[in-house]
């Protein structure tokens, strides 16, 4: 509290302390009142109800003072008073109680009453669950603004009663509510005990049967696994009992069918020992694990004896065939028949070997008759060694066609066979007349064989897009119909002319011998004198025509070989000759004179017979080109762009009106 501004007090200050000091207190209905017995000093009567129940009334004089000209701040006497203070805070003399030097929370403390104040979290949580708008629930209630706010003037304090009396109606109901809530709540934490303990129980009931249920499912699991591997062991020992009957069995069967495999190898059944050997090589392996049983292996000796035997027997009776002058039998046919099919049944290995021996039998005259140093063994004789494959051909289509099973392909393995001999002849004929060859014989022996092979390929390519013969066109077996893959056709297609290859050059070089030796004979009999008749731009040099007739030929020889690379060859053959009959007919023009200054045209004086070989060499520069173009088209027609990296082209021809025909030109106008 401030001192007052007369020093001493005024009248009012001691009018409040009179009032305060004289404040008695009264019963009123079973409770205490304090009241004051001045009544001269205009004041403001508080009544509260203390902590111990008794209610005191008391008088807030107001202060007069030249320093309370601001009535509310006689404020400070209300808030002592409505603090729960036990005594009526007096201020002491020369002291104004309106001075705003001591605060209301001042009064409080030195009252021993202590401030709660909440942490600013703990207030927002208050505020979500219970929200008010009251502002004595703020957090930063200050009951002096307060009653500030209640009563702002003088005039104000006349409410003070109804405010007093709303507020404690407000704590009656609040201190209702309060024990209500206790009694809620003890009735209700009763209740949760209650609750919890059955709640325990029911947790223990249910951990009980959790456990019991947990100790059934092992006992459970472990009777399941018991069961399992008494399963397990009944179904290992049915899948052993299983496997040793079939093995059993099939170990019975193997023994039947070799006694009976046995038999007819001796007795010659062919037929039905080829079924029985299918069989029994099925049968062995399903035993290739049991190796080192001694029935086991006893068996498999005797089945390897008996192919050989078999196979042995099959080669005897084949060998007997091929002694005999006549063409077999019906009986000996079906006999072979059924020898083929054992062939089969004894594997790939053993077909091989067989046609390989037909083979060598048929082929044995063939390589007596045209070897190297024999009376057919030349190279222009290269025809009559077709001829006699297409005989031998004729004859196994009427003799051995229906012995061999048609899955064999044995004619077209007879082909190949004869391919490579001829190769092999053909090859060592061309390597001793290397020097003394004849460009018309190489090229008969080299048509005749790219024709040969043609016709073999077209004729086994036809027969292989057939469909493959039933069971009843052979006694062959389709387990030995598929064994190996079956031989290609297109392995006939150069097999032969590829011995040639290395030769070629040597016909190449006689080609191009013999078209120089052409083109020099048309120069020393060319007059280079056109023709008298005819049209004007027809008249051109007969040895033009005469080149064009020897290049003609030569094509026809060339693509006739039906090889590319050959082809390829004449073509730069062609072209240099071309090229050097050009650079003839420019030789024929005259010299163009070239005048000292560059700035001169130059002049070329010509008479009648000179302008007239001169058109003439133009009109045989332009005949060439045409023709050469023409050429150009036909060899093209002809080329295999798929073996050759090279191809033609009719720029060679452009030489012609580049080189000759510009000159005459120049000539023509120099003379104009």
């Known amino acids: 509290m401030s001192r007052c501004s007369s020093g001493a007090g005024c009248s009012g200050c001691s009018a409040a302390r009179r009032s305060f000091s004289e404040a008695t207190v009264e019963p009123c209905n079973g409770k205490r009142r304090e009241k004051s017995t001045s009544s001269a000093v205009d004041g403001l009567r508080i009544t509260r109800v203390t902590s111990s129940g008794d209610r005191l009334d008391a008088s807030m004089p107001w202060c007069r003072c030249s320093d309370c000209s601001d009535p509310p701040r006689n404020a400070e006497l209300f808030a002592g008073r409505a603090a729960g203070l036990a005594e009526p805070y ?30 600013p979290a703990l207030e927002a949580a208050l505020r979500d669950v219970v929200p008010s708008t009251d502002p004595l629930d703020a957090p930063d209630f200050n009951p002096i603004s307060y009653i500030n706010k209640l009563f702002p003037n003088e005039e104000s304090l006349s409410s003070a009663d109804t405010v007093s009396s709303e507020l404690q109606e407000k704590m009656t109901a609040l201190e209702e509510e309060i024990l209500q809530t206790v009694r809620q709540q003890t009735t209700a934490g009763s209740h949760a005990r209650k609750d919890l303990e059955s709640g325990k129980a029911a947790m223990r009931d249910l951990f009980e049967k959790m456990h019991d249920i947990k100790a059934k499912a092992e006992r459970s699991q472990q009777m399941v696994h018991e069961i399992c ?34 038999v007819m190898a001796r007795e010659r059944m062919y037929a039905e020992a080829a079924n029985l050997l299918h069989a029994v090589t099925q049968l062995l392996a399903h035993f290739q694990g049991y190796a080192g049983i001694k029935k086991v292996d006893a068996l498999r000796e005797q089945v390897g004896e008996i192919r050989d035997a078999l196979r042995t027997q099959v080669f ?48 044995a005259p063939y390589k007596h008759a045209f070897q190297p140093y024999g009376d057919a063994g030349s190279l222009d004789k290269t025809e009559l060694r077709y001829g006699w ?24 393995v007879v082909t190949i066979e004869f391919s490579a001999i001829s190769h092999k002849h053909l090859e060592e004929i061309l390597d001793q007349s290397r020097g003394s060859l004849d460009v018309a014989v190489l090229t008969h022996a080299l048509q005749k064989t790219v024709e040969f092979e043609k016709e073999m390929h077209a004729r086994f390519t036809a027969e292989s897009l057939e469909p493959p013969p039933g069971p009843a066109d052979g006694a062959a077996s389709p387990a030995g119909a598929g064994a190996g893959k079956p031989p290609d056709p297109e392995a006939l297609l150069g097999s ?24 020099g004979k ?24 005469e080149l064009f007739i020897a290049l003609k030929r030569s094509f026809k020889r060339g693509t006739a070989l039906q090889m590319d690379n050959v082809l390829f060859e004449l073509y730069k053959v062609w072209a240099k000759h071309l ?76 030489g012609w009106l580049g080189g000759a025909v510009d000159g005459g030109e120049g000539r023509l106008g120099g003379s104009a």
């Not at 051995?400 to 077209?412: N, T």
């Open 90 to 119: 007096i201020p002491p003399r020369g002291y104004c109680p309106a001075a705003p030097a001591r605060p209301p929370t001042r009064a409080l403390e030195a009252a021993g009453v202590a401030a709660m104040m909440y942490s």
């Open 229 to 262: 591997r008494d399963i397990k062991s009944l179904d290992y020992a049915k899948r052993h009992l299983t496997q040793t009957i079939t093995a059993l069995k099939r170990l019975q069967m193997l023994v039947t069918a070799t006694e009976q495999l046995s």
């Open 316 to 363: 005897e009776d084949f060998n007997r065939l091929s002694a005999q002058e006549v063409n077999p039998h019906p009986s000996q046919i079906e006999t072979l028949l059924g020898a083929c099919a054992v062939v089969d049944a004894l594997g790939a290995d053993v077909r091989r070997e067989m046609i390989a021996w037909f083979c060598n039998w048929q082929f």
């Open 389 to 412: 494959h297409r005989q031998l051909l004729r004859q196994y289509d009427e003799s051995f066609v229906s012995l061999f099973p048609a899955a064999w392909r044995v004619a077209l």
């Open 496 to 519: 032969i002319s590829a011995c040639f290859d290395s030769y070629m050059s040597i016909y190449v070089s006689l080609e191009d011998k013999n078209i120089g030796e052409a083109v």
């Open 522 to 545: 048309l120069l020393v009999d060319e007059t280079w004198a056109a023709a008298s008749t005819g049209r004007p731009d027809s008249r051109v040099f007969n040895s033009s025509k």
């Open 579 to 654: 090229r050097a009959y050009a650079k003839k007919v420019q030789e024929q023009l005259h010299a163009v004179g070239q005048p000292a200054e560059v700035s001169i045209t130059p002049s070329c004086h010509l008479d009648l017979p000179q302008q007239q070989m001169v058109c003439a060499a133009v009109n045989t520069c332009k005949y060439c080109h045409e023709t050469t173009g023409q050429l150009g088209e036909s060899i093209s027609k002809v080329w295999d762009c798929h073996r050759v990296g090279h191809r033609p082209s009719q720029r060679k021809g452009s």
